[in-house]
């Protein structure tokens, strides 16, 4: 299963920084790694993972993929906890949402 989270335009993107320490605010250890195919977040004790667009040390958008038996409960809901308290939206069939 996987939840995309975005910037609403009205907000400007995030930086790097700001996104991890919103992660580790919420009690998660995060990992960021730069590959040549794209820019991974990985939570010590997790199997989830967060595949994030980043240019220049910003973003605005990204996809939380659940790992097995981590749909619902943590780390997803202190991963949604953490963008929502940057601004962040998450995005769905129905549109946008309001993260808490």
């Not at 820019?39 to 010590?44: G, K, M, R, S």
């Not at 308290?85 to 549109?95: I, N, P, V």
Request: with cysteine; proline share 5%; aromatic share 8%.
């Amino acid at each position: 299963m996987e939840t995309i989270v975005k910037v609403p335009e009205s907000v400007p993107p995030s930086t790097l920084v700001e996104i991890l320490a919103a992660l580790r605010k919420e009690h998660l250890v995060p990992r960021h790694e730069s590959k040549t195919w794209g820019d991974w977040i990985y939570l010590e004790c997790y199997n989830t993972v967060i595949s994030i667009e980043v240019n220049h040390a910003l973003s605005s958008s990204a996809t939380i993929e659940h790992g097995d038996g981590e749909e619902d409960g943590e780390p997803v809901a202190s991963i949604l906890r953490a963008f929502g308290k940057l601004g962040w939206h998450g995005l769905d069939d129905d549109g946008e949402f309001t993260l808490t």
